[in-house]
Structure formats: structure tokens, C-alpha cells
């Protein structure tokens, strides 16, 4: 695999070190900038193809977009109709996106009467949406990262199922199912968290899964898990608990990770006033773990934004001054959707009444206005629509070609 070949000619020490800390964003680097093969994206490296994006190719993708300075837009799906609005909107604003499945979003794609013991149905919904975003994401010309949202510990069996399903498209394919899957073990102890995350850490490395884990905890409430009373301190991350992680997890060879640190974010949108954001954290952060490496490399973390919906302009850009190149976007786009449905009704009432009779005649049928795609359509068209400002306010317009 690619992948491995170029972390191991890049450092081969490494090999042979067991427990050797080397940052491999440095020799992933090197490796694209060393490349000859030709581009799909005049402004990307190289190794970024159109279609779902994994491994190397995912790595160079990230630390491209920390150095020119923009965040990808990561979005909740919760079916086709969603998932072709994230794709339409990357095409229109010309740059990449990041699909992602939550567990319960997973069993709603697989149906809510579908049985869920050991979460067969979140495990299946999530393995057959990745498959249809691989089946369609190339046709859109665009880079498509496919991620799974926060994993608690309770959760890990819906991860293991997911990782099976990678293990196995990994044997016949060369690269796993899905780019990305997040652990969010940050309910944990630091010293647990970390540990749990490593181990994963392994599993993914061993077939080029790029792990983003939580350290702090997300305010708010999401996908069923209320954060609303969590005590406040806890919503702000430490800098030596990312530097612990970092350390911790840049000692499995291969591995290839991503922080979701807490900086006041919150899961949600509230009234002004609610949240106080302190991106200011993630600057001190980089800082530090700068410093402790020594390195020339003053942004050694990729981090990633939670609970982003809400917040200003400034507080988003300063942040991705400070090395995000993620932001998770939900309940933004969950208005956005039924506003263009609530838009949609509103235009047509009078011909969505009955099946025949409308203000143009008693016995005019009304079948193309009730029929469901058009409704739908109009969701998805909202919600791309929402999806474009919001890949301006990340930088993310036209940084393809
Ligand atoms: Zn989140």
C-alpha cells in the first residue's frame, strides 16, 4: 500500500524504532511534494483524486488545507437526499466535503423498523450510505471524505462493526470503506480515553483510517447525548492534555489523527450570550505542542471544530488561523432542509390538498407537485444552498482548481 511505502521510505527509521515519536505529517509531505504523478486539482497535491478520498492522499488534503488556511465542511447526513445535497454544494463552491454518519443518523438510512440489537441496523446503514457516496461521490468531480460522527465508550460495538466492514473492503479494494471515524471518549478519564483511542489507533493505521478522537467535552445536546449541564471548566481543553494525546498517539506507526479540542463550543444553536468561544485555545495549544517538539512545524495538530453552527465569522476564521481544517456542521443544515420543504409547501398549498382539484380546476390532478421528490428536492436544494455560505465563512470556495 501507498500509503505505508511512502512512510517508510520517508523515515525508515521509524521501522525499526519501535516507540519513536516522529510527527508523520512530515514525511507524508514530502512524500505528495515528491511526486511526479499528475493532477486531478490544479490547486490540490497531487494524491487528491475526485471521488472518496483516503490514506495519504487524505492526510495531504488536510495538511494542505492547514497551510493555505481553509476548513472543510463536515456535514450530518441522514439519507440520499442529504448526502447528494453535500456533494451539489462542494461541486457549486468548488472544494472538498466531509459526509459524515452519526450512529443514529446510520439507523435511520437503514430504516427505524429495521432491527437494531447490537446496532445491526446503525452498523448497515452506515456500511450501505458509504457504499452509495462511493458509487456516486465521482461523478461530482469533487474530493468526498466519509466519516462517522461521535463514538462514545458505550458505542465502541457500532466502531467495531464499521471497522470489520473496513477490514473487509479493504482486502479486495487496497483502502478502507470509510476515510475517517471520530471516538469521542472524552466522557473518560484522560489516561483511558487515550489508551482506548490508541488501540483503535492501531486497527486503523493497519489500513489507513484516519482517527479523530475528543479530548474535553462538546456543550449542548446531539444525536440523543445532553451535554446542557455539563460543568463549564470542562468545556475548555488543556494544552497538555493535547500534547499527551499527541505524543501517545504519533508513536503508532502509520497513524494519522485529527483533535477535536473543546473551546466553549456547544452542539446546537442557542440565544446569543449562551456560548463563549475561546479560540484563543487552540492558537496556545499549537504553541505548546510546538515548543515541547522543538520542531520548526508551529502547527503541529490538525484540529477539528465541533458544535460550530452559531458562531461568528471571526471566532470561525480565527480558529482556522489556529489549524482547523474541519468544521462539523448539523443543525444549520437541519433547518436549512425543512426550510426548503416549509418554502416548498408554502408555494404550492393550494395544489397539495388533494390528489385532484386545485385552484386551476376541480378535476386538475395534482400528482407532479405531491410527487415526494419534489419536496425533497426542494430540501436538498435549501440545504446546498446553506452549504455554500457555509464553505465561505470556512474559506473552502474554489480551492480545487
Ligand atoms: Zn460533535
Known sequence: MKFATAFLLAAPAVAFAPGATLPRSSSLQMSSEASTESKAFAKLPASVKPGVVTGTALVDLLNHAKKVGFAIPGVNVVGSNSINSCIEAAKKYGGPIMVTF??????????????????AASIAGCVAAAKHVREVAAL???P????TDHCQKAWLPWMDGLLAANQEYYKTHGVPLFSSHMLDLSEEPLEEN??????YMEKFAAIDILLEFELGVTGGEEDGVDNTDIDSARLYTQPEEVFYAYEQLSQVPNAAFTCAASFGNVHGVYAPGNVELKPVILHKTQEYISEKLGGDDKKPMNFVFHGGSGSSVEDIQYAIEAGVIKMNIDTDTQWAFWDGIRGYEEKYHDYLQAQIGNPEG???????YYDPRMALRAGEEAMAVRLCQAAEDLKCVDVLN
Open 144 to 147: 468526498v471524505i466519509l466519516h
Open 102 to 119: 452519526s450512529k443514529g443518523g446510520g439507523q435511520f438510512i437503514a430504516g427505524k423498523a429495521a432491527d437494531n440489537t447490537d446496532d
Open 140 to 142: 461530482y468531480d469533487v
Open 362 to 368: 376541480d378535476d386538475k390532478p395534482n400528482k407532479k
Open 194 to 199: 487515550i489508551a482506548i483511542c490508541k488501540e
